[in-house]
Nanobody
């Protein structure tokens, strides 16, 4: 099992920045990739960014150039730096860890961007 604890959400004005953190514990050796998803009210959950165990990254087109995913292996933590935030970035952001046979999810953290 893998446990994920997110932090860093909040309320910010458009154009501002936030950094989300996701600390992993448990069977972290089984994790192949970690990422961030988000879900806005009335919408499906969507991929925001992912980073593999090899360090490769991928981003949704809507956040490219504004968001950066990174990780600190010593702390078993993944970060999402979000710059130039827009009202349409408002959502609950979920940390995800992909194991060989399982997906693990954090509890979610609310990000609200005011115009």
């Amino acid at each position: 099992q893998v446990q994920l604890v997110e932090s860093g959400g909040g309320l910010v004005q458009a154009g501002g920045s936030l950094r989300l953190s996701c600390a992993a514990s448990g069977s972290i050796f089984s994790i192949n990739a970690m990422g961030w998803y988000r879900q806005a009210p009335g919408k499906r959950r969507e991929l925001v960014a992912v980073i593999t165990s090899g360090g490769s990254t991928n981003y949704a087109d809507s956040v490219k150039g504004r968001f950066t995913i990174s990780r600190d292996n010593a702390k078993n933590t993944v970060y999402l730096q979000m710059n130039s935030l827009k009202p349409e970035d408002t959502a609950v952001y979920y940390c995800n860890a992909k194991g060989a046979a399982n997906d693990y999810w954090g509890q979610g953290t609310q990000v609200t961007v005011s115009s």
